[in-house]
């Protein structure tokens, strides 16, 4: 229930997203009978709780969070402020397999979930990381197509034969072909611990509650391949089994600010102290900003630190690696263009002419 009271200060206020995110988890929730609330500790998440705890009256609405097996002291401390904050519990769940466990038995997170993936495929198969054309490289490793697509940038279809790909193509990441070619991985790459560490145990407890509505704390303006993911707040999900509410959705980073000023709300030790902006699994190599980070973990949670170097330290060597070497093809790409002559162009396409 919508107090008005409520209602008009924020009227009054003119927080008008703030008020259609109430408006719409109110409704939301009392379309629902059996809810669950994803909790991270995160700062958005600590905003999406407060709007369902003071919509959830008849609390219906179960919370919980999963344990990856890396996460940050000032969170856990976090949970617990939030239970006595909200007079709740947050049910803290394992994973199916906790972070070291799928880096040991999978391999290393790598640059983003998707390039992860395809290499992961890839490695499979024993690829060589050889640069030919789909066709011939289909030939070799005919149980591989996705990932070859995803390497060649190219799709195939036996009606219309080969075809460039733009979008799930190696292109999206800059000199990435061009740089594995020169630098093969010698080590496992894999997203599994995603899998196994987040999405599998939230799946196995909305199946055990019978949940009918999964309650997420993902902002749009967040960036990054998981709000990426989404169009808009709600979704359906048959593989989960229900449906999903971001009810912090549309807020902006200013709507975010105006909602703690309004309602008092306090984030974690990781923000208030630590100066992280954002949480999560500590050292993700996901994160395009993990060099910063893992200076802040160092300095504040030391034990996690070493943690994080040893699981994912090949990766943050290899993304240094990159990172340098797009640097300096740029570079050249820049030099050739001054001289008027024509270059690779980061795509994979071959090069014309080269000054370098
Ligand atoms: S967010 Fe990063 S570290 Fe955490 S489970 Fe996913 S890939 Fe692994």
Same mark, same amino acid.
């Given at each position: 229930?919508?107090?008005?009271?409520?209602?008009?200060?924020?009227?009054?206020?003119?927080?008008?997203?703030?008020?259609?995110?109430?408006?719409?988890?109110?409704?939301?929730?009392?379309?629902?009978?059996?809810?669950?609330?994803?909790?991270?500790?995160?700062?958005?998440?600590?905003?999406?709780?407060?709007?369902?705890?003071?919509?959830?009256?008849?609390?219906?609405?179960?919370?919980?969070?999963?344990?990856?097996?890396?996460?940050?002291?000032?969170?856990? $401390?976090? #949970?617990?402020? +939030?239970?006595? /904050? @909200?007079?709740?519990?947050?049910?803290? !769940?394992?994973?199916?397999?906790?972070?070291?466990?799928?880096?040991?038995?999978?391999?290393?997170?790598?640059?983003?979930?998707?390039?992860?993936?395809?290499?992961?495929?890839?490695?499979?198969?024993?690829?060589?990381?050889?640069? $030919?054309? #789909?066709?011939? +490289?289909?030939? /070799? @490793?005919?149980?591989?197509?996705?990932? !070859?697509?995803?390497?060649?940038?190219?799709?195939?279809?036996?009606?219309?034969?080969?075809?460039?790909?733009?979008?799930?193509?190696?292109?999206?990441?800059?000199?990435?072909?061009?740089?594995?070619?020169?630098?093969?991985?010698?080590?496992?790459?894999?997203?599994?611990?995603?899998? @196994?560490?987040?999405?599998?145990?939230?799946?196995?407890?909305?199946?055990?509650?019978?949940?009918?509505?999964?309650?997420?704390?993902?902002?749009?303006?967040?960036?990054?391949?998981?709000?990426?993911?989404?169009?808009?707040?709600?979704?359906?999900?048959?593989?989960?089994?229900?449906?999903?509410?971001?009810?912090?959705?549309? @807020?902006?980073?200013?709507?975010?600010?105006?909602?703690?000023?309004?309602?008092?709300?306090?984030?974690?030790?990781?923000?208030?102290?630590?100066?992280?902006?954002?949480?999560?699994?500590?050292?993700?190599?996901?994160?395009?900003?993990?060099?910063?980070?893992?200076?802040?973990?160092?300095?504040?949670?030391?034990?996690?630190?070493?943690?994080?170097?040893?699981?994912?330290?090949?990766?943050?060597?290899?993304?240094?690696?990159?990172?340098?070497?797009?640097?300096?093809?740029?570079?050249?790409?820049?030099?050739?263009?001054?001289?008027?002559?024509?270059?690779?162009?980061?795509?994979?396409?071959?090069?014309?002419?080269?000054?370098?």
């Amino acid at each position: 229930m919508i107090e008005i009271e409520l209602y008009d200060k924020l009227l009054h206020a003119n927080h008008f997203t703030i008020l259609d995110s109430y408006v719409k988890a109110n409704s939301v929730l009392n379309n629902s009978h059996t809810a669950l609330c994803s909790v991270s500790g995160g700062s958005d998440s600590d905003i999406m709780l407060d709007i369902i705890h003071r919509l959830d009256e008849s609390g219906k609405v179960t919370y919980y969070w999963i344990n990856t097996g890396l996460e940050y002291k000032a969170t856990k $401390e976090h #949970l617990n402020e +939030l239970e006595k /904050k @909200y007079g709740i519990e947050i049910v803290r !769940l394992k994973p199916d397999k906790p972070i070291p466990t799928c880096v040991k038995e999978y391999g290393v997170p790598f640059l983003s979930k998707y390039v992860s993936e395809q290499m992961m495929r890839l490695q499979k198969h024993n690829f060589q990381w050889e640069d $030919e054309p #789909l066709e011939v +490289l289909l030939q /070799k @490793y005919p149980n591989c197509k996705t990932a !070859l697509q995803w390497w060649c940038n190219a799709y195939y279809s036996p009606e219309n034969g080969i075809q460039q790909m733009s979008r799930f193509s190696i292109n999206r990441n800059r000199f990435l072909k061009e740089f594995i070619i020169a630098n093969p991985p010698d080590f496992p790459i894999s997203n599994k611990c995603c899998e @196994y560490s987040k999405k599998i145990p939230a799946k196995h407890f909305i199946k055990k509650c019978g949940a009918d509505l999964e309650i997420t704390g993902i902002r749009k303006a967040e960036g990054g391949i998981r709000s990426a993911n989404y169009k808009t707040c709600c979704s359906e999900s048959k593989s989960k089994g229900c449906d999903t509410y971001r009810p912090v959705f549309w @807020y902006t980073d200013g709507d975010k600010r105006c909602y703690e000023d309004f309602f008092g709300v306090t984030h974690s030790r990781c923000y208030t102290e630590y100066g992280l902006k954002r949480t999560g699994c500590v050292g993700c190599p996901f994160n395009p900003r993990v060099n910063d980070e893992l200076k802040i973990i160092e300095q504040n949670e030391p034990n996690l630190y070493k943690a994080a170097m040893s699981l994912f330290g090949k990766s943050y060597e290899y993304t240094a690696k990159y990172q340098a070497f797009v640097k300096e093809m740029k570079a050249k790409e820049k030099e050739a263009k001054k001289r008027g002559l024509s270059c690779s162009n980061g795509n994979g396409d071959t090069a014309v002419q080269c000054a370098v």
